[in-house]
């Protein structure tokens, strides 16, 4: 199993930055794709970027230039910068993972717990 725990989050002004730390942890045997998502309450919920285990990295057309996503492989942490924070971006951030635990296992996906970004104008 592999678990996620997000931290960071919080209010910012409108222009400003935050960067969101997502720490993996668990033993697996590979972990192919972890992704950023946020949702606002009542809407669906919305790819922001992904990176594969190679360092390909995808971005909403909305993050585009804004947001980077980063892994540090050493602290087995996943990284989501957001810069020129727009009220907009204001939502519930979650840190996705789809990995294997064993090499004949098929792929399957963890979640870590949301975290609250708020943007004020």
């Known amino acids: 199993q592999l678990q996620l725990v997000v931290s960071g989050g919080g209010l910012v002004q409108a222009g400003g930055s935050l960067r969101l730390p997502c720490a993996a942890s668990g033993s697996v045997f590979s972990i192919n794709v972890m992704g950023w998502y946020r949702q ?42 957001m810069n020129s924070l727009k009220p907009e971006d204001t939502a519930v951030y979650y840190c996705e993972a789809d990995y294997k635990w064993h090499w004949f296992s098929s792929s399957t996906s963890s979640w870590g717990q949301g975290t609250q970004v708020t943007v004020s104008s």
């Open 40 to 81: 606002v309450l009542g809407k669906e919920l919305e790819l922001v970027a992904t990176i594969t285990s190679g360092g390909i990295t995808n971005y909403a057309d909305s993050v585009k230039g804004r947001f980077t996503i980063s892994t540090d492989n050493a602290k087995n942490t996943l990284y989501l910068q």
